[in-house]
């Protein structure tokens, strides 16, 4: 007879059935209305009950949140950390050349921020690579 699964553990994760009693991993004697939560649908090795999109086995708490519009870190946030999006750089006089020493990862530019980062001066707006010389 396998040995049931402590209390302490299913209360540690978080998760539960609605009754008095532990439910086994299979779900077996688990009210039929929580039995779901204890399936890993998408096979990601994250419970449905713990995990926010179980139809997704790219989407489970500390996934890597890629450029995608999808959540896939379960944070809340989408495409916060800027995986597979590109380098962009603070351009601070808005010349269209960012600070090289600004670089960042984001899926998609943000505000004051340029894809190129060639700017030798970035808080003077007439300074930049290929810009007219004159006499100051």
Do not use: H, K, Q
Not at 1 to 28: I, K, S
Not at 62 to 83: F, K, P, S
């Amino acid at each position: 007879m396998p040995r049931p699964t402590p209390l302490f553990l299913f209360l540690a994760l978080g998760v539960g059935c609605n009754d008095e009693d532990t439910c086994p991993e299979d779900t077996a004697g688990c009210p039929e209305d929580t039995a779901p939560d204890w399936v890993d649908a998408d096979g990601d090795g994250v419970i449905a009950g713990v995990d926010c999109d179980d139809a997704n086995a790219a989407v489970y708490p500390g996934a890597a949140d890629v450029c995608d519009g999808v959540d896939n870190d379960c944070d809340g946030e989408t495409d916060e950390d800027g995986l597979g999006g590109s380098v962009f750089y603070a351009d601070a006089d808005a010349d269209s050349y960012g600070d090289p020493t600004t670089a960042g990862l984001y899926c998609e530019a943000p505000e004051g921020w340029v894809e190129n980062g060639e700017d030798c001066d970035d808080s003077d707006g007439s300074v930049y690579p290929g810009a007219d010389e004159f006499c100051d």
